[in-house]
């Protein structure tokens, strides 16, 4: 089975997201070219001294199309505030949204390349991690095509302790809530599944293929993380709300946590 609902007109939400961008005053730079396709990514200062900073990435997966056009709700509605150091990463993969594919036009899956990449989006997107400041949060925006609602994975570190009940109570206002014990083979709670760092290098499906966030945790870049899943058979604009309340919520709670 695979994602058969709406999909999106890669070049016209490149060239949307890049126009919003550049009129919220982000710097837009270039991060790789893919497959003939400019992979974008943008920074913006805050306007005040010692803002927190966070990490917005999207788009990562060609078949989850609500990633991408929730950053680019976020920027046109202006909803992402200027007391943050923002960076962000609007639509990894294009090439593989292209095509409606998880992986790009090469057939690889970009999420399991962190530990060992091979493609040149990867290892673009892992030289200019390395070359950041750290961020204190990590906001990892991909969608599920076989959830029963929204989700999310809660990498538990000591700064987000206790937010993901009430980022979930948020998205929940908007969108239903994944309520299984199990998501994705995964042991999970009122919408959360709490991976132990410990069980990273010893569960088979990760074993050597870090996911993104795993891979900025290991090397020190954030101080938080959440992937957020939204459900992809549920209708577009429901899937974009639940991420914008899932995204804000995340932020709310970090400007929280600096006052
Ligand atoms: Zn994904």
Redesign the pocket.
Known sequence: MAYTGETIDVDATLQRLNKAASERGFDCFSLVEQDGTVVPYFTRAAKTESAPRIYLLAG??GD?PA?PLSVLDLLENDLLGMGVDWTIFPMLNPAGFRINQ?ENHQGVDL?REYKAPTTKEVKAHVEVIEQSEPWDLALII???WESEGYYLYDLPTELTDGWAPRIIEAVSRVCPIDLSDSIDEMSAKGGIIAPRLEDIDTEPKLMGHWPEPIFMHAEGKIRGTYTF?SPSSFDFTTRIQAHNAAILASVELLLGSKR
């Open positions: 990562m997966h989850e990633s998880r999420n991909h969608e599920d899943e």
